[in-house]
């Protein structure tokens, strides 16, 4: 079964400074997309990025991007020039590609963002 | 309308009721997802539909759990003989397609939940 691990369950950033969260995950599949929701206190899930596991560039959206390291299996984001509004629970989650449409999710990382 | 929704926002039950949580997807949209989320927790997946067909409910926790969406839109969670570990947010989601799709296609976009609280 795949498993997503998300190993900080709080991290928090001075607010215009970069912060880093970290996703790990295991599967024995070769194709599959990884995404990052952010959860602010409304408790919508919100999509923030994408990235297909058959594409080696980073996916990046604005103020962020991801560091996909295929090999290690691993996911992080990166949020530059942190903002108030950043402050969220962030969850990693994991799809494969062939088998399905079910979502793995890991257990979230808590951001404060300092003003 | 705009976005998923879900109703009741709240409901408190009392242990051995049945209740029946509705999702309302984004118009057009062919995949509808439910999950399971504790609080401080990651959504736990229940089960998904495309259109009218439940494509896999190996989330479901026991046989007490049912989902159907008869017309491929709304979509019904419904737990019978309710009991107090069954109390958590429970959530939908909608992506407009299934499987090999866009980014934009593939996008799970979440209800706001509703939260069960059995006594």
């Known amino acids: 079964a795949q498993t997503v691990t998300q190993s900080q369950p709080e991290m928090s950033v001075q607010e215009a400074e970069t912060v880093t969260l970290s996703c790990t995950y295991d599967t024995s599949e070769s194709d599959y997309y990884l995404f990052w929701y952010k959860q602010p206190p409304s408790r919508q899930m919100i999509l923030v990025i994408r990235q297909e596991a058959y594409k080696q560039q980073n996916a990046t959206e604005n103020r962020f991007s991801v560091n996909f390291q295929k090999a290690a299996k691993s996911f992080s984001l990166k949020i530059s020039d942190s903002q108030l509004g950043d402050a969220a629970m962030y969850f990693c989650a994991y799809r494969a590609f062939f088998s399905g449409n079910q979502f793995y999710f890991g257990t979230g990382t808590s951001l404060t963002v300092i003003p | 309308g705009a976005g998923v929704s879900q109703s009741p926002r709240y409901k408190v039950t009392k242990r051995g009721q049945d209740v029946a949580l509705r999702c309302d997807p984004i118009?057009?949209?062919?995949?509808l997802y439910w999950y399971r989320q504790a609080l401080g927790q990651g959504p736990e997946f229940l089960t998904y539909f495309n259109y009218e067909a439940q494509q896999d409910k190996s989330g479901l926790p026991n046989d007490r759990f049912s989902a159907e969406r008869p017309e491929g839109s709304i979509s019904t969670l419904t737990i019978q003989r309710t009991e107090q570990r069954d109390s958590a947010m429970y959530r939908c989601a909608s992506s407009l397609a299934p499987g090999l799709a866009s980014t934009a296609q593939e996008t799970q976009y979440f209800g706001p939940g509703t939260r069960l609280l059995v006594l």
């Open positions: 118009s057009g949209h062919v995949s």
